[in-house]
C-alpha cells in the first residue's frame, strides 16, 4: 500500500479578544487568514493556498476553528500521511465533545455477509459486460420464459448463480417449487429445503409466506421503485422471484462467529444463456437467493421461520435496489458500467433506511432522534436502521481504516467503508436533492454515470463540496451553537443518536470521532487516512499572540484543507 507523507508544522503564539457572532457568509473565500471567519463560516483551502501559513490574528484568541485534513484522490491505495507538530500542540486521540450517554441496542456485526456481497458484486463486475442497447440482444428477452405463467405447485429448475468462480459456469442446480404467488413476486422453496417432504423440519406455512408477500407488495416494492425506479422485467412476468434456498445457508460455515449470510442478487440473471453477452447459467429472469428456514441445522446453523423473516427484511430491500440498478443500466440508460461498488452499495444501504422510515412512519427527511429509534418496534429498528448508524460509527471511531469513496475492492473490506458511503449519501440527500431525496436516488440508480461523475452531475455540486460539507458535519452535528444549519444532517439527530449507539465494540456512550486538540504541549500527531476521508483537529483557546499553522511541503494538489469556524 502506498504512503504519500506531508508534514504539517503548527506554531502559535497566544492573544487575548472577542468572539464574533456575525451572520454566516462567505468570507474571504481562499484566504489563509482565519481572522476574516465568522461563526459557522467555512473555508475550503488547497495546500499551495497555505505555503506562507494559517493565521489567527491576536484579536481572536478565544476564537476556535474545527480543521479537517482531507484529499481529493478516490484511489485509496495511497494512504496520506501528515505529520502535525509544534511547541503548542496536544494530542487529544478521543473525541470528548459529550459527556457519555446511554446506548440503544447492540448491533452485532456480519462481516461474512458483507464480504459475501462484494464478492458478487465483484464477480458481476469481472464476468458481465454492458453492452450499448443498440447491440444488446432483445430477442433473447423470449415471451413463455420459464418464469411466466406460473402457478402455485410448479417445478422449476435454477442455477443458484454468483456463488463461485465466475458465477455465471458450473453454478448450483436445484429445483424449485413455487409456494405463493402476490402482487408483485413469485415465492419459490427449494424442495431439499426443510419443510418440502425431503428432510425433516419445519418450513414456511402459506400464512408466513403470505405476510412475507404482503410485506413486500406494501412496503419494499412500492419504496424501492419510488427512491430508485421500477425493476426490469426480463423474464416479463410481471414480477420478481424470490427464492429461499439451503444453497444460501451453505454459504455461512457452521463454525461462524461473523454473523449469517441472508441473501443476494446476482446481475448474471438478467442476462441471456447465449449470445454476446451473455451468462451461461442464467435463470434469465428477476431472482433473489434468500436462506430457508433450517430450525434442526441440517445444512449450517439453526436458523427458524421467525428468524428468516426477521433477517431478510433488510436483505430483500437492499437487494432489491441492486436489481433495479443493473436492470436500469442493462436495458434504460444506455450505460456501458455497472454502478461503482461504493455508490451501489451506498445506495442499497439507502434503500434499508427508506423502507424503515416508511415502516415507522417517518418522511424523507424527518430528523430521527434517539427517542424515535427507542420507541419503535424493536424488528424494525434492528431490521431498518441500527445496521447503517452501527457502520457509520464503525467509520467514524477509526476514519483511517474507510472512506465513503472507494476502490472496487476495498468496499467488502470493511463495515466502515459500508458505513462512510451511507452517511456521505445519505447527507447528499439531505441537502442537495432539492428537498426530494427521491428525486436524486432515482437519478443515481438510473446512471449512466458512475461513483463520483454521477453522484457530482445528479447533486450538482463538484466533490469537494460534498466532502467539505459531510466532513465538518460530522465534526461538529448539533455539538456547537451558532452553527448554521447545512452542518447537521437533516434525517437524523446525528451526534445523539451515533453517542447513544452501540456499535458492537462496547463504544456506547461516546460519540468517537478522532477529534485532536491543538492546544499547549510539545507532543507530535501522525495521522493517516485513505483518499476522501479526513484527520480532525480542533484548536484550542489560550494565551495571547498571533496562532500560525504552516504546511509544508504544500504540492499536493489533491490536498484540501477543510476549516470552519465553530466558536
Known amino acids: 500500500m502506498k504512503r504519500v507523507s506531508y508534514a504539517v508544522i503548527l506554531l502559535a503564539t497566544l492573544a487575548a479578544c472577542n468572539d464574533s457572532t456575525s451572520p454566516p457568509r462567505d468570507q474571504g473565500a481562499g484566504s489563509p487568514d482565519l481572522g476574516t471567519l465568522d461563526v459557522g463560516v467555512s473555508r475550503t ?4 493556498r497555505a505555503t506562507s501559513g494559517l493565521t489567527i490574528p491576536s484579536t481572536l484568541s478565544d476564537a476556535e476553528y474545527l480543521i ?11 494512504q496520506y500521511s501528515y505529520t502535525v507538530s509544534g511547541d503548542w500542540l496536544a494530542a487529544n486521540p478521543s473525541a470528548d465533545l459529550l459527556a ?10 456480519a462481516t461474512a455477509a458483507e464480504q459475501f456481497e462484494q464478492t458478487v458484486r465483484l464477480r458481476e463486475r469481472s464476468t458481465l459486460r454492458l453492452a450499448p442497447l443498440g447491440l444488446r440482444p432483445r430477442a433473447a428477452i423470449l415471451p413463455g420464459s420459464a418464469a411466466q405463467d406460473l402457478s402455485v405447485g410448479d417445478k422449476l429448475t435454477i442455477h443458484v448463480n454468483g456463488v463461485t468462480g465466475d458465477g455465471c459456469t458450473n453454478q448450483p442446480v436445484t429445483t424449485g417449487i413455487v409456494r405463493y404467488i402476490s402482487q408483485h413476486a413469485i415465492f419459490v422453496i427449494d424442495s431439499i429445503a426443510p419443510g418440502n417432504g425431503q428432510v425433516n423440519g419445519t418450513g414456511f406455512s402459506t400464512a408466513d409466506l403470505q405476510a412475507i408477500g404482503q410485506d413486500f407488495d406494501g412496503r419494499i416494492y412500492p419504496t424501492d421503485t419510488s427512491y430508485f425506479g421500477a425493476p426490469s ?8 422471484i424470490i427464492y429461499y434456498t439451503p444453497q444460501v445457508n451453505l454459504l455461512t460455515p457452521r463454525t461462524s462467529t461473523s ?23 442464467s435463470n434469465e429472469g428477476e431472482i433473489f437467493y434468500l436462506l430457508a428456514p433450517d430450525p434442526n441445522a441440517v445444512y449450517s446453523t439453526a436458523v ?10 433488510g436483505t430483500i430491500a437492499h437487494e432489491f435496489q441492486h436489481m433495479i440498478n443493473a436492470g436500469n443500466r442493462l436495458f434504460k440508460s444506455n450505460a456501458t458500467e455497472f454502478e461503482s461498488a461504493w455508490l451501489d452499495e451506498g445506495l442499497a444501504h439507502f434503500a434499508e433506511d427508506a423502507v424503515g422510515r416508511v415502516e415507522a412512519g417517518f418522511t424523507d427527511l424527518q430528523m430521527v432522534t434517539v427517542t424515535n429509534l427507542q420507541s419503535m418496534n424493536s424488528q424494525v429498528q434492528s431490521s431498518f436502521f441500527l445496521q447503517n448508524l452501527a457502520r457509520s460509527k464503525i467509520y467514524i471511531t477509526d476514519p483511517t481504516n474507510g472512506a465513503p469513496v472507494s476502490s472496487e475492492s476495498k468496499v467488502g473490506r470493511g463495515l466502515g467503508y459500508r458505513g462512510a458511503a451511507w452517511s456521505f449519501l445519505r447527507y447528499a440527500a439531505d441537502w442537495f436533492s432539492g428537498n426530494d431525496p427521491r428525486t436524486l436516488t432515482r437519478k443515481l440508480a438510473f446512471g449512466p454515470d458512475t461513483g463520483v461523475a454521477n453522484i457530482t452531475k445528479q447533486t450538482g455540486q463538484p466533490l469537494d463540496t460534498l466532502l467539505s460539507r459531510w466532513l465538518l458535519t460530522i465534526g461538529t452535528d448539533t455539538t456547537f451553537t451558532g452553527i448554521p444549519a447545512q452542518f447537521r444532517f437533516r434525517s437524523y439527530d446525528w451526534h445523539s443518536v451515533l453517542t447513544r449507539l452501540d456499535d458492537g465494540s462496547g463504544n456506547s456512550g461516546t460519540y468517537t470521532l478522532p477529534i485532536h486538540s491543538i492546544g499547549s504541549g510539545t507532543n507530535s500527531i501522525t495521522a493517516t487516512f485513505p483518499g476522501t476521508s479526513g484527520a480532525f483537529f480542533l484548536t484550542s483557546q489560550a494565551g495571547t499572540g498571533t496562532r500560525t499553522i504552516t504546511i509544508a511541503p504544500s504540492t499536493d494538489s489533491t490536498g484540501r484543507i477543510y476549516i470552519l469556524r465553530v466558536k
Open 45 to 48: 483551502l488547497k495546500f499551495a
Open 233 to 240: 422485467d426480463f423474464d416479463q412476468n410481471g414480477k420478481v
Open 100 to 109: 457519555p450517554r446511554g446506548s440503544l441496542t447492540p448491533w452485532p456485526t
Open 259 to 281: 454473523g449469517r449470510i441472508g441473501g443476494f442478487f446476482f446481475a448474471g440473471d438478467l442476462y441471456p444463456v447465449t449470445g454476446n453477452p451473455h451468462c451461461s447459467s
Open 304 to 313: 427458524t421461520v421467525t428468524q428468516v423473516r426477521n433477517l431478510t427484511r
Open 68 to 78: 479537517v485534513f482531507s484529499n481529493l484522490n478516490t484511489d485509496n491505495d495511497p
